[in-house]
């Protein structure tokens, strides 16, 4: 799961996930009900992540009685490990970098005197705590709607509709079972972690201390959130990576404005090409960390480094070994579950069956591993468990990289959608806004940046939406409720935008797309 906001609200359909009253399901849905005594519990929730919450939200709400099984681990990763501390460390080092950015400040009239000094320890603290505040009131809102909360691990029998509580032995009968039990850190061989020199984002997140040289192993969204949080408390980056370019899954011209505005001038290098073969810890101030890097494809030795620490930003694997998958009939792919459109669970990825009564949400199903994605799939596993058919739509899924300035999408990149117009034989249309051009920015002295629009001419409808620049993460959700919802370039154009507001970045977009101007 990528580290993005927890308070994300996604629309994947024009209309309501709820209705205007709970629904109780009726015997028809199942051979038995709750009025036979032979269930427990109408849904059973095994993990309690950002997934695991929506769905067990969603499913009190519709009267069905519910457990989550948390595994010692309210919050999933997100909250106690991703998405929730990453952006309180942001949030933080951010202020540092301003306040340190005199041309900046002097533009606008400021002047620091002395020096800007922080507390590491201060800043680490921030994000546990910010991270403890939303897992208690996760918790809290589980229990007030009336959720049983169990706290053991909920792995499978074999048999239908049992969860065994791993904690205790306990088996529970349940009509419907959800699996939402995440992802972890994926590491790669040759690495030695131990999360003190060498660590993944777990450890990285606790911010033991902020070396003078750091590593970043891969150059996603995580690894350039990171070099954002680490240069700006002053240290040294070096960039590590497999693939030919940095930022190798964002659209193309957005990874090079991105390069030039968040690495270029900053004190970061990087390696491209080049797997980290083999790393081994070191000991803070007395032993570097040693990094011996081998060409992609030819995998002969091409250059070996020490520094002070690496981190391991290399992406996440499925949760789910030994939660009893194989035991059902259960085939994974790398640990990844095969569903269909409604999160049913298939016995394999090819030509596999449904599991009758077993849903899997969120990173373990692969098909977007971000945290409100799993969150919208959890209420739409609950929208079929009561008989309404309900099918995400993952194109209309925004996404965010929360650097000083932000990175956001949604949809495919440019040259997917290019090739998909091809397929499909439609012609794709492209425009764009200038946050050199906003009053708004160009007020705070953020001008850098650009909104791509991407549409289809035939139709009007958008397409797609990438955006660098002040507070994209903001300005995405319009465009993403444009895709959900099916806007076209024409009706959006004659919506008004508030004026002096960043939003006009998009207004230009929109207007440029049907040779308006704004």
């Excluded at 308070?7 to 209705?19: E, R």
């Excluded at 520094?307 to 059902?328: I, K, Q, S, Y």
């Excluded at 990173?363 to 969150?375: C, F, I, P, Q, T």
């Excluded at 959608?417 to 764009?432: C, H």
């Amino acid at each position: 799961m990528k580290f993005l906001s927890f308070a994300f609200v996604v629309v994947s359909s024009v209309s309501a996930f709820a209705p205007t009253k709970p629904h109780v399901r009726s015997t028809s849905f199942s051979a038995l009900s709750m009025a036979d005594g032979d269930f427990d519990f109408d849904v059973a929730v095994i993990g309690c992540g950002v997934g695991g919450h929506g769905a067990a939200l969603h499913s009190r709400a519709q009267g069905l009685s519910t457990a989550v099984f948390a595994g010692g681990d309210v919050g999933g990763t997100c909250v106690n490990r991703g998405c929730v501390p990453s952006k309180a460390l942001l949030a933080a080092s951010g202020r540092v970098r301003e306040m340190k950015d005199q041309p900046h400040l002097s533009s606008l009239g400021i002047e620091v005197e002395g020096e800007v000094k922080f507390s590491r320890q201060g800043i680490a603290d921030h994000a546990q705590n910010l991270a403890s505040r939303v897992k208690g009131n996760l918790e809290n809102s589980l229990v007030g709607l009336g959720c049983e909360v169990i706290e053991g691990r909920g792995v499978l029998t074999g048999q239908p509709h049992e969860v065994k509580d791993e904690a205790t032995g306990k088996v529970y009968k349940v009509k419907d079972i959800i699996l939402a039990p995440g992802s972890v850190p994926f590491v790669p061989p040759g690495v030695q972690v131990d999360e003190k020199t060498v660590y993944t984002s777990d450890g990285a997140l606790e911010l033991q201390f902020v070396p003078e040289w750091v590593a970043i192993i891969g150059s996603g969204y995580i690894g350039l959130e990171f070099s954002d949080v680490y240069t700006a408390l002053g240290s040294e980056v070096t960039f590590i990576e497999a693939l030919p370019n940095l930022m190798p899954t964002f659209d193309r011209e957005i990874a090079k404005q991105a390069e030039r505005m968040l690495i270029r001038d900053r004190p970061i290098d990087y390696r491209t090409g080049v797997f980290a073969a083999e790393v081994i810890p070191g000991v803070q101030g007395e032993k570097p960390v040693t990094i011996k890097m081998i060409d992609a494809n030819t995998k002969e030795h091409v250059e070996t480094i020490e520094v002070d620490a690496a981190m391991v930003a290399t992406g996440r694997v499925p949760n789910t070994a030994n939660m009893g998958l194989e035991a059902m009939g259960i085939e994974t792919q790398r640990g990844f579950v095969a569903v269909n459109e409604k999160m049913q669970v298939l016995t394999k990825h090819e030509g596999g069956q449904v599991v009758p009564n077993v849903y899997c949400i969120g990173d373990a199903n692969g098909k977007m591993m971000l945290a409100h994605a799993a969150s919208a799939q959890g209420i739409s596993a609950i929208e079929n468990i009561v008989g309404r058919t309900h099918v995400v739509n993952h194109d209309a899924i925004p996404a965010a990289c929360f650097t000083h300035p932000e990175i956001a999408m949604v949809g495919p990149t440019e040259e997917q959608a290019i090739e998909k117009a091809k397929a499909e034989g439609w012609t794709l249309g492209k425009s764009q806004g200038n946050f050199r051009a906003n009053s708004k920015a160009l007020a705070e002295g953020e001008g850098n940046g650009i909104a791509k629009v991407l549409f289809n001419k035939d139709t009007g409808k958008v397409v797609a939406v990438h955006i660098i620049g002040l507070h994209a993460a903001d300005l995405i959700q319009e465009c993403a409720n444009a895709v959900a919802a099916g806007t076209t370039v024409q009706e959006l154009s004659m919506m008004v935008h508030t004026h002096p507001t960043l939003s006009e970045v998009m207004d230009e977009a929109f207007k440029g797309a049907v040779g308006m101007s704004s």
